[in-house]
């Protein structure tokens, strides 16, 4: 499966934004998607996942400000950013994976990745 992630850009402080992960080759219901993203100087970290079940996770940081879904339909997974802070600035990849659910923070476990999409938070 082929993944293309995009909808990043430069957003104040508190406001939004909606990422998009579409994949080409395969369908995203077999997969578990997941978002990482990476800040400046930092080391990548997970964000969240969209399990093929439909179940959700989310890291601490993000939890109550982040949205993961699914359109079946579009073949697409999105993450919406509310309350955008400053830390939240860095380039967000999503990836799938087929590990089991347990372990679906675990970046090496993926074995598909799209581009990078750059958000920025200016505050």
């Known amino acids: 499966v082929q993944l293309q992630a995009s909808g990043g850009g430069w957003v104040q402080a508190g406001g939004s934004l909606t990422l998009s992960c579409a994949a080409s080759?395969?369908?995203?219901?077999?997969?578990?998607i997941g978002w990482f993203r990476q800040a400046p100087g930092k080391e990548r970290e997970f964000v969240a996942a969209f399990g093929w079940s439909g179940n959700t996770k989310y890291n601490d940081p993000v939890k109550g400000r982040f949205s993961i879904s699914r359109d079946n339909g579009k073949n697409t997974v999105y993450l919406k950013m509310n309350s955008l802070e400053s830390e939240d600035t860095a380039v967000y990849y999503c990836?799938?994976?087929?590990?089991?659910?347990?372990?679906?923070?675990?970046?090496?476990?993926?074995?598909?990745w799209g581009q990078g999409t750059l958000v920025t938070v200016s505050s």
């Open positions: 080759g395969g369908t995203v219901r077999r997969y578990t």
């Open positions: 990836a799938a994976t087929t590990t089991v659910w347990g372990r679906v923070t675990e970046e090496n476990l993926y074995q598909y």
